[in-house]
């Protein structure tokens, strides 16, 4: 049914980031008029191909429907190219799963308050949880000094206290989170960027 005239799109590739998906491809060059594109998914449940918001769109992007948010589902997507009764061949992704490629972005800190011997930091996890995950936050912190001996402590509470510290001393943190999930699968996200404070004097 379709007409090979035009070259398939290139660089299709599945973007995630806090489990927010798109579907990312290179334009297609023609020389009469205006490539447009079509994305069909499938899931691992059932082999057969659907339509989603995206249907003869000419931008190059296309963000996966709330219909595919579940992050356990594994999601094959295809995108082509067409122009009037012209269509490319279909080209697919790798099948994807939110909960395993998806990347993590660093959690915000939301507040540090300094004592004279801890640090007490409240933080925001970088995504809404689900039922069955469980957050873990990877704290490494350090003397800014020039020696940089780090040291990492783990909590599950997104208000945490560091301690044993020294007064009047400089000391710099970066949190990241781990999830973990029922089927004992692990992400590990970003860090954020290192934060210094002060301690203060008892």
Request: aromatic share 12%; glycine share 4%; proline share 5%.
């Amino acid at each position: 049914e379709s007409f090979p005239h035009l070259p398939a799109p290139e660089d299709v590739m599945i973007y995630s980031y806090n489990f927010h998906s798109l579907l990312r491809w290179s334009p297609v060059r023609a020389d009469r008029g205006l490539v447009s594109y079509t994305v069909n998914f499938k899931t691992g449940a059932f082999n057969h191909w659907d339509e989603m918001n995206c249907t003869r769109i000419t931008q190059t992007v296309c963000s996966l429907p709330w219909s595919l948010k579940e992050r356990r589902w594994t999601v094959v997507l295809r995108v082509r190219a067409e122009l009037g009764n012209m269509t490319s061949d279909w080209v697919e992704t790798d099948p994807f799963v939110a909960e395993r490629n998806t990347t993590i972005g660093p959690p915000k800190v939301n507040s540090v308050i300094v004592s004279s011997d801890s640090l007490l930091i409240s933080v925001t996890s970088p995504f809404g949880s689900e039922a069955g995950d469980f957050l873990q936050y990877h704290v490494s912190y350090w003397e800014n000094t020039t020696s940089t001996t780090k040291k990492e402590t783990k909590m599950s509470n997104t208000l945490f206290k560091i301690r044993n510290l020294k007064e009047l001393t400089l000391y710099c943190f970066r949190v990241r989170v781990e999830l973990m999930t029922y089927s004992d699968f692990q992400l590990l996200g970003l860090q954020s960027v290192p934060e210094c404070y002060r301690t203060t004097i008892s």
